[in-house]
């Protein structure tokens, strides 16, 4: 069980819980950045599907902590027929493995990989959202 994120008994999360601070950290987010993923559904699962594990390239089912399908904002028209659900998945038992490794509250990691996938969202890449996160830095050190 957790609750704001900290393990409140020996028993590991469950998607349920997961679901449940993924529900908090959306809430927390501004309005207008919910207010733009509105229609996204957030899904726990426990580790990513064997097609997205190949589409991915991914190695092992540990690596990939959460995932957004869907047409991203900036490669939608307004000519466009809807699309399928759009979805974020986050993968209960990659996350909780990576807490176990981490100093992080599991509160504080599904609130990173939920922005990260967000992101995608909004039509950001890795290298994208890498930049805005570790750019910051350096742009003050720039005359």
Known sequence: ?????????????????????????YASLPGAFRA??????????????????????????????GLYRGVSLDQRSVLDAPSDVEIIFLYRRPILDFWCESEESLAAIVRNVLVHEI??????????????EFGADTETDTP
């Open 1 to 25: 069980m957790v609750e704001n994120g900290a393990r409140t008994s020996d028993a590991p999360p469950s998607a349920s819980d997961v679901e449940a601070l993924a529900a908090e950290v």
């Open 36 to 65: 733009r993923t509105a229609d996204v559904v957030i899904q726990v699962a426990e580790f990513p599907d064997a097609e997205t594990m190949r589409e991915l390239r991914a190695e092992n089912e540990f690596e990939l902590l």
């Open 119 to 132: 992101g995608h969202h909004f039509g950001l890449s890795d290298a994208d959202m890498e930049s805005i």
